[in-house]
């Protein structure tokens, strides 16, 4: 049975054993052609359509938690990959780094440093696109340079 239909008979159980209680609160009798079979075969009805519903919602929830770690887990990896990309690049640059200044042998890490920086510097600025200068090559082109 799909769940919207399964949830209209829920609640048309559940109004149909309203009415008859209160049938019989008014009244002080069933009402015709119901019997208390019927109203305990009611009211049974409707117990385990609660409990379904609450399964359900309990269902849901541990569904919801679960994804919610998962979505968790796999941004820790990502995390964990991006450090250690990191991590990696920092070593070879490093690693490059000093053999280039044990070939030279002439200049020492701290005279090396600020070209490395500014290498640094201008490679960031490259990447960001709210710092690129526009571009004379139309320009030159267009002066026939």
Known sequence: MSAPSAAKKRIAQSRRLYEISDHLDKSGKLPDKVTWADVRRLSKAVLRGMQATERQAAADRQ???NEKDIMRNEMHVDVVDREANAARIAERQRFLFER????????SSFEYAPASASYVEAALVALCTHT????RGSQIASQGE
């Not at 280039?100 to 200049?107: E, H, P, V, W």
């Not at 690129?132 to 571009?135: D, F, L, R, V």
């Open 63 to 65: 569904r919801a938690l």
């Open 132 to 135: 690129h200068a526009p571009s």
């Open 100 to 107: 280039s200044s044990a070939n030279q042998q002439r200049s």
